[in-house]
């Protein structure tokens, strides 16, 4: 390759020590007069600018699988592609689904109590207002707590997320409420149910007569492993 005159010199005096030297946004390294590679710096992130790693054009496009996966971990995160973060964006996905049902079950707060009631027009009992929220999201489920109560896996309270279902049997271990959870926190079990008064939202451990009562979790939707 052709060199400008000024790169020529630094040749002549130092032909057998390698140099670096940068021509604009590229860095030539020399290792003789016969020989010489061009590279492109590569910020390794946006927020270590000083820190540059000197990595070929086509390897930072397509690094090859014999060189390792750990040749991943130099390449800036914005070079990457999507491939390499499967089972995060599945996670987010699903957790964002979770969210929607959420966000979709609140829209109904204030809406009356009614005994058997499917629909917001009429009013919703607890598992009518349930399977309304999930037919929006196409789970087309029982308006019954009780088969409510066989969908989906069991899970326990420390496992559960926004969007599981949570079951209250009697003390005869008869199913006779179902609400959706929102929030698990230290002393706090968050969730949006219709009963008495309409649907709302609450904290169950402000309420001895619901921790007084057997829970059991099952989760329909998808989980954000």
Same mark, same amino acid.
């Given at each position: &390759?052709? %060199?400008?005159?000024?790169? $020529?010199?630094?040749?002549?005096?130092?032909?057998?020590?390698?140099?670096?030297?940068? &021509?604009?946004?590229?860095?030539? =390294? #020399?290792?003789?007069?016969?020989?010489?590679?061009?590279?492109?710096?590569?910020?390794?992130?946006?927020?270590?600018?000083?820190?540059?790693?000197?990595?070929?054009? *086509?390897? /930072?496009?397509? /690094?090859?699988?014999?060189?390792?996966?750990?040749?991943?971990?130099?390449?800036?995160?914005?070079?990457?592609?999507?491939?390499? =973060?499967?089972?995060? +964006?599945?996670?987010?996905? $699903?957790?964002? %689904?979770?969210?929607? /049902?959420?966000?979709?079950?609140?829209?109904? !707060?204030?809406?009356?109590?009614?005994?058997?009631? +499917? /629909?917001?027009?009429?009013?919703?009992?607890?598992?009518?207002?349930?399977?309304?929220?999930?037919?929006? =999201?196409?789970?087309? !489920?029982?308006?019954?707590?009780?088969?409510?109560?066989?969908?989906? #896996?069991?899970?326990?309270?420390?496992?559960? $997320?926004?969007?599981? %279902?949570?079951?209250?049997?009697?003390? *005869? $271990?008869? #199913?006779?409420?179902?609400? =959706?959870?929102?929030?698990?926190?230290?002393?706090?079990?968050?969730?949006?149910?219709?009963?008495?008064?309409? #649907? +709302?939202?609450?904290?169950?451990?402000?309420?001895?007569?619901? &921790?007084? +009562?057997? &829970?059991? !979790?099952?989760?329909?939707?998808?989980?954000?492993?």
């Amino acid at each position: &390759m052709s %060199l400008p005159k000024e790169y $020529n010199n630094d040749l002549f005096f130092f032909t057998h020590v390698p140099i670096l030297k940068k &021509m604009g946004t590229w860095v030539i =390294f #020399v290792l003789s007069l016969t020989s010489c590679s061009l590279f492109k710096p590569v910020i390794t992130t946006p927020s270590t600018l000083n820190d540059e790693v000197f990595l070929n054009e *086509k390897e /930072v496009e397509e /690094v090859p699988s014999e060189k390792g996966r750990d040749r991943l971990n130099i390449i800036p995160y914005w070079k990457k592609k999507d491939e390499d =973060f499967p089972t995060k +964006k599945k996670a987010s996905a $699903n957790l964002t %689904l979770r969210y929607d /049902v959420i966000a979709e079950a609140e829209k109904y !707060i204030g809406i009356p109590y009614t005994w058997a009631g +499917k /629909v917001p027009e009429t009013g919703f009992d607890c598992s009518g207002f349930t399977s309304y929220v999930l037919r929006k =999201f196409n789970y087309n !489920i029982s308006p019954s707590s009780k088969d409510q109560a066989k969908l989906g #896996v069991p899970k326990s309270l420390d496992d559960c $997320n926004p969007g599981d %279902l949570i079951i209250f049997r009697n003390d *005869k $271990n008869e #199913v006779f409420h179902v609400s =959706f959870i929102t929030e698990i926190q230290p002393q706090v079990i968050e969730v949006i149910h219709s009963v008495n008064g309409g #649907v +709302k939202k609450e904290n169950l451990f402000n309420n001895t007569w619901w &921790m007084n +009562k057997k &829970m059991e !979790i099952r989760s329909i939707l998808p989980q954000p492993e």
